[in-house]
Structure formats: C-alpha cells, structure tokens
C-alpha cells in the first residue's frame, strides 16, 4: 500500500525532471506572455541581469552575442532581478535604461525573482534539476535548441568568453 502512494509522488518528480527548459514562460518587460518554447529548435543564453551592478558592462557583450548571432538563430534574453538588491524600481525604469541608455535591442523580462521560493519557475528548475542558483547578478545560462541545459556560468565569465561562444555556434544550425 506504501508503494502505491509513492507513486504520484515519483512520478511527477520524474515529469519534473524530464521538462526541457522550454516548458517555462516568463514575462517580458511589456506584460506579455515570452515563452521559452517560441524559441524551439534556437539556442538561448538566459542572463539573469542587474541595472546598477558592477558587472552591468556585460549588457554590451549580450548585445553584442545578439549582433552577432541572431540572424543564424540565437536568443539572449535578459531577466532583470533584484534579488540582490541592485535592480532599479520599476520595469519602466529598466526599459528606459537598458533601451535608451545602452541601446539594447535583446529581448527583456519583467524584474523577476532568480533565487530562494519565489523564484520564477525556470530558476527553480536550474537549482532543482541541474545544481544551479544565481548567486549574484549576470549568471549565464546556455540552453540548447532542444531545451536541454548546455551549460552555466557565474558573473566573472563575460558573455562573450570563448567557453560560451564555443557552445552557442556548436547549437546554431548549419
């Protein structure tokens, strides 16, 4: 009787564990629905972003990855957080700054929890599934056309670091 009522438990874990990051949606900047799935079969470097921190810098070379990469397919979303406590205070703050003051033609999440439980879905599935939490501003997380996870990297590694661009052209088709 025991293993019976372990089995729904088992089994949405097992269901947990097979979802591909492109199950999850996030919000964008605007309030519109900015689902990972619309990007199946493209690679996607999710950044999780802070507009007054130290390594703010590394919005250019997101910027700069989409110049480079987007006509053969890659996405680089950035997912503005204040989790630590250096975001500005409003998503229309952070519009005006990351459009107007850097000029950033990315596509941009609301401000969204990155960490602890009222981290946005896509975040806990990091941590749950795959040992990843941001543990500060600008983490990387490469996703693969398929929605598997290609790899993670913390603050210190410039988006566009050889380690990275080597994945992302490996992902892009042809």
Not at 112 to 125: E, K, L, M, N, Q
Request: charged residues 20%; aromatic residues 10%; contains cysteine.
């Amino acid at each position: 009787m025991r293993r019976l009522a372990l089995f729904p438990l088992l089994a949405a874990a097992l269901l947990l564990a097979a979802l591909p990051a492109r199950a999850f949606t996030f919000t964008a900047i605007h309030g519109e629905p900015l689902p990972l799935d619309a990007w199946r079969g493209q690679p996607v470097l999710v950044v999780n972003t802070a507009s007054l921190c130290g390594f703010t810098r590394q919005y250019n070379d997101m910027q700069a990855l989409h110049d480079r990469f987007a006509e053969r397919g890659l996405v680089v979303l950035a997912v503005p957080s204040d989790d630590f406590r250096q975001e500005l205070s409003s998503n229309q703050e952070v519009e005006d700054f990351c459009r107007i003051q850097l000029s950033l033609d990315i596509p941009i999440t609301e401000i969204t929890p990155v960490t602890g439980p009222r981290a946005h879905p896509f975040y806990r599935w990091l941590a749950r599934e795959h040992g990843h939490t941001p543990r500060w501003n600008f983490n990387k997380a490469l996703i693969g056309p398929d929605g598997a996870l290609l790899g993670f990297w913390g603050s210190r590694i410039r988006p566009t670091d050889r380690r990275i661009t080597r994945l992302i052209e490996d992902a892009l088709p042809g």
